[in-house]
């Protein structure tokens, strides 16, 4: 245990060196690539806003399953098979048939090349299931089809909401998946996160739909109330034109009536159907419906051809704005909640940093002279060990940029308190073995050897902890656990190569010397 | 040498009450859950203006109908840390400022807001119980693996025995337990483990140098050789968490808090628990010469 090769000591000085010199590029810019990694900072540490969205993807099974119902009965009227009584009761579709066609229906939701019924075959399950109960048929999604239909709405929502978080410009945003129904959403340096909350937590589904004069309850037609909770109107469901036609959208000042309002332009499609539905329409009044909510219905006076248009509604500049960022980035397939927010403002994320270093800084000084006091010479090589440890650390977290936050702060504090272990074991056991051995050499060689399973034993168990920290805990907790972890490797390595080594270099010089330790 | 083993019987019976009371706190006591496993809100203030107090803040924001509100100062006497359960009304932090800058002026600086709802406040206690559970099974495997069946009954045992005293210390206390407490009980767990498995180390090789000397000696024979490097370790490990606490801030209190509990008890356990569950046991020369056989 107490060789050290030429080539070996070499080898573990440059590795020291190569983390000392990434630890403290933390502290400079430097042009090079490699060299100018930094450790980032959590968002308790650096301020930011962390928001988890949920999907609610009921609206959207519902929606899906209304649609299917005029797939489904123009698709059975071609071969000539009536469907009648379509309801829709909880997420199922429900329908009857006449009893001959019964058996075909079935054999063309179970077929495989079911132009109907989608048929995944690396999941080896249909989009839909349909059960037989009685005189009814009940069609809803089946697992994988919910889960196909949960992951794509997933994946639009994430790019709109990429897109909305975009157009507000905050720096460097963090957008991910979380399971199949939730996007997480990190955003650095933002201490308030109002005007991005309430701008996700808009569908901003745009319709424009003619406003109707039939009577309550009437078919086609649905009681709408405006923006402002001032009035309420009787609304077609007929959509003349939806947010999908929007080109642009830009909010502009009004210089006419002297009120701000959203400009639009429409795609080739849109400008057609919107001249079209204008043309007819004219003295009839057209709701500007937003989620629900009709914005603004002003009376239709002139053909509009052009394919562009204004949106008047009582806008303040501020949600002028807001309306034409959400038009423009698209509509979300499906509402989002926020269901779990963490903010930190930026000064107590420097109030953070700024107790975490000193905390840092007191434990270390505490450790060191303890140490010191305790094993003179030989504390100075355990503590020239912590130190570069605490280096070699740093190092790695720069290496792979690995996210530091308060708790992971901790757990670097708790790796100098814990680091020593390792050393005292050795210096402990070399102690005992002294008692018995007179020759330096032997001691010291036996002392490494007999404490060397006691020292894997103790740091195995403190990594299970942290690697299960890690896979189990979320944001900050990560960070300790990830600290925590690394932090057993830079310890192993700094007592069992250098404190090692200089302690080889010691004895060596000084074998005869009796009550070395 | 210090004898240790004289007092085995008396430490027992007294971890044994420590770990009856732990649980009649758990429950009936209960932990004080924070929001992120109640679920709710969590705003951190400071004020500017150093004439608004707890009380008035908790009865201007008594008025808001937010429910059971708690106010008090958090590390110092400008500033505030409000909590109340989960509410339906998503704009309510942009209400609850509108009202505090109505009521006080413009004197408040929203440090921090959290804000956790039921279902995820849900999850995050399930996968926090299942953390700790998978982690004391995991080193039940690796106690079992490396040594004794006596072995690894004794340190499970003083395992649960810090987690569990832990916990009821802060039921005793009503501190808070959050995300960072999980941490927290892990760390100890591993630490526990760790002490102990030093010690058991030392034991195996006494049974294997002493061959006529009863467990009863042989486990204080241990302890004293390993007693060193035990309280160094403690004390290093002590100093940094103490630094921790005292100047790590407001957030890592509670979780320094814990670690600190742990490692006293930890420590403690390893000496009084893991070793007297070898003695009880009766573990003798040939428990590890079996082995050796095998």
Same mark, same amino acid.
């Given at each position: +245990? ?131 109960? @009685? ?58 996160? +109002? ?48 947010? @999908? ?13 002297? @009120? ?211 896979? +189990? ?45 | +040498? ?85 509410? @339906? ?206």
């Amino acid at each position: +245990m107490l060789y050290f090769s030429k080539l070996r000591i070499i080898f573990i000085t440059l590795i020291s060196l190569l983390f000392i010199l990434f630890a403290i590029s933390n502290l400079f810019n430097f042009d090079n690539k490699i060299l100018n990694k930094k450790i980032n900072l959590g968002l308790d540490l650096q301020g930011g806003s962390y928001l988890l969205l949920e999907i609610d993807n009921d609206p959207v099974i519902e929606q899906k399953l209304q649609n299917l119902t005029v797939t489904i009965r123009n698709y059975f009227k071609e071969k000539n098979i009536r469907i009648t009584n379509f309801k829709l009761l909880n997420q199922t579709l429900v329908f009857t048939s006449d009893e001959n066609s019964k058996q075909a229906i079935l054999e063309e939701f179970a077929s495989e090349e079911s132009e109907l019924n989608p048929y995944y075959q690396r999941f080896k399950s249909h989009q839909l299931d349909i059960v037989e109960d @009685e005189n009814f048929f009940k069609v809803s999604f089946s697992k994988q089809g919910i889960v196909n239909l949960k992951t794509s709405s997933q994946d639009q929502a994430l790019e709109i909401v990429r897109r909305r978080i975009d157009e507000i410009g905050t720096n460097e945003p963090n957008i991910l998946k979380r399971g199949n129904d939730r996007i997480l959403v990190e955003l650095p340096g933002l201490d308030d996160p +109002m005007r991005i909350k309430s701008l996700l937590g808009k569908t901003a589904n745009l319709t424009f739909r003619f406003v109707t004069n039939n009577t309550e309850g009437s078919f086609g037609a649905e009681k709408l109330e405006f923006e402002d909770g001032t009035e309420e109107a009787m609304v077609s469901k007929r959509i003349i034109l939806s947010g @999908e036609n929007l080109l642009d959208a830009q909010p502009r000042m009004d210089t006419e009536n002297n @009120e701000t309002v959203v400009t639009f332009s429409l795609d080739r499609v849109g400008a057609k159907r919107f001249g079209k539905a204008t043309s007819n329409g004219v003295g009839k009044r057209l709701a500007i419906v937003l989620d629900g909510k009709v914005i603004s219905a002003p009376v239709i006076r002139d053909t509009i051809a052009t394919g562009s248009g204004q949106i008047s509604g009582g806008f303040t500049f501020q949600s002028a704005t807001d309306l034409a960022l959400l038009l423009r980035s698209g509509a979300l397939p499906a509402p989002l909640n926020i269901i779990e927010e963490r903010t930190v403002g930026p000064d107590l994320g420097q109030d953070s940093i700024n107790a975490g270093m000193i905390a840092l800084l007191i434990g270390f000084i505490l450790v060191i002279l303890y140490i010191f006091f305790k094993y003179k010479i030989f504390g100075i090589i355990t503590n020239i060990a912590l130190i570069l440890n605490l280096f070699i650390l740093v190092g790695i977290l720069t290496i792979f940029e690995a996210t530091l936050t308060l708790p992971g702060i901790a757990g670097i504090i708790l790796t100098v308190g814990m680091a020593v272990d390792a050393n005292v074991l050795i210096f402990e056991r070399i102690k005992e073995e002294l008692k018995g051995e007179k020759n330096n050499l032997i001691a010291f060689d036996s002392g490494y050897t007999k404490s060397r399973t006691a020292i894997l034993d103790a740091n195995i168990t403190t990594l299970l902890a942290a690697i299960i920290l890690f896979f +189990m805990g979320s944001g900050p907790i990560k960070g300790f656990s990830l600290t925590l972890g690394i932090g057993i490797f830079t310890t192993l390595f700094t007592v069992y190569f250098i404190a090692r080594l200089l302690t080889v270099l010691y004895v060596s010089k000084n074998k005869e010397k009796e009550g070395l330790i | +040498m210090i004898a240790f083993n004289k007092y085995y019987n008396k430490f027992n019976i007294l971890s044994v009450s420590l770990v009856i009371v732990s649980l009649l706190l758990l429950t009936f006591k209960g932990l004080n859950f924070g929001i992120d496993f109640k679920g709710g809100t969590l705003i951190e203030l400071r004020s500017i203006d150093t004439k608004i107090n707890v009380s008035s803040l908790r009865d201007n924001l008594n008025q808001m109908n937010l429910g059971d509100v708690s106010v008090k100062n958090f590390g110092n006497e400008t500033d505030f840390l409000i909590k109340f359960e989960n509410n @339906e009304n998503k704009n309510i932090i942009e209400e609850i400022k509108k009202n505090l800058d109505k009521s006080f002026g413009n004197n408040f600086n929203f440090r921090r807001v959290e804000n956790v709802g039921p279902k995820v406040s849900a999850e995050l206690l399930r996968s926090g119980v299942i953390a700790i559970s998978v982690a004391l099974f995991l080193m039940l495997v690796y106690i079992w693996i490396r040594f004794e069946w006596q072995f690894s009954l004794g340190a499970i045992v003083a395992l649960f025995h810090d987690v569990i005293v832990t916990l009821g210390l802060f039921s005793l206390l009503g501190l808070e337990i959050n995300l960072s407490i999980i941490a927290a009980v892990l760390t100890i767990v591993g630490y526990s483990m760790n002490d102990t498995v030093v010690i058991f180390d030392r034991v195996r090789e006494n049974l294997r140098k002493y061959s006529d000397i009863k467990i009863f000696e042989l486990t204080n024979i241990s302890i004293n050789e390993t007693l060193s490097r035990t309280l160094i370790t403690s004390v290093t490990t002590l100093l940094a968490l103490l630094s921790i606490f005292f100047f790590g801030g407001e957030v890592l209190k509670g979780f320094s808090l814990a670690m600190i509990f742990g490692v006293i008890f930890g420590t403690y356990s390893s000496i009084y628990i893991a070793n007297t569950v070898l003695v009880r046991l009766n573990v003798s020369q040939k428990t590890v010469l079996r082995e050796d056989k095998n």
